[in-house]
């Protein structure tokens, strides 16, 4: 399963360029990885290896990003049990799409992973870190269990919106 994109070779890389520039004290550096595929062991080793490291931050989205910019457009919490088990379990269609990405295709109008209306989810992010951070029902482990996405924490640093000290 191991390729470019995998948890490890996305550390090596983020390794790499942190030898290559000079990393100031204040400068942060994010893993920011999808759930999907990736073995709980790879997975456990990447968060800790980027725990021991105060530069860099690990968040994962589960199952996948598309749930967090579908976070943007609904509210998950509201889905009834069919619908939330089809979020959860992510599966592909026969024309090969995933739930989240053909979910994402039918708000929008069009969706692919390099080519989609961010514009228009901008205004929502807000919501989209709000939602999130409630989803996250379990803040002290390395990453979601259930449906969510720990990106709220990078727009959180980015912004200096900290929605836990509102």
Known sequence: DSNESSPESVHAQIADFMRQYNIEDDDELWLV???????????????????QNPHLNFCMSNPCFELWLLLHLEDVREYDEVTSNELTMNRKNKAGVTWLKK????????????SYDAVRLLPEV?????????????????????????????????????????
């Open 33 to 51: 990885i999808d759930r999907d595929r990736w073995h709980e062991r790879m997975l456990s080793q990447v968060a800790q290896l980027c725990a």
């Open 103 to 114: 979910r994402m295709r039918d708000l929008l109008g069009s969706y692919s992973e390099s």
């Open 126 to 166: 807000p919501k989209a870190m709000s939602i999130a951070r409630e989803l996250d029902i379990t803040p002290a482990d390395r990453w979601p269990q259930n449906i969510g996405s720990r990106v709220y924490l990078l727009m959180e640093s980015i912004t200096g919106n900290n929605l836990k000290n509102q």
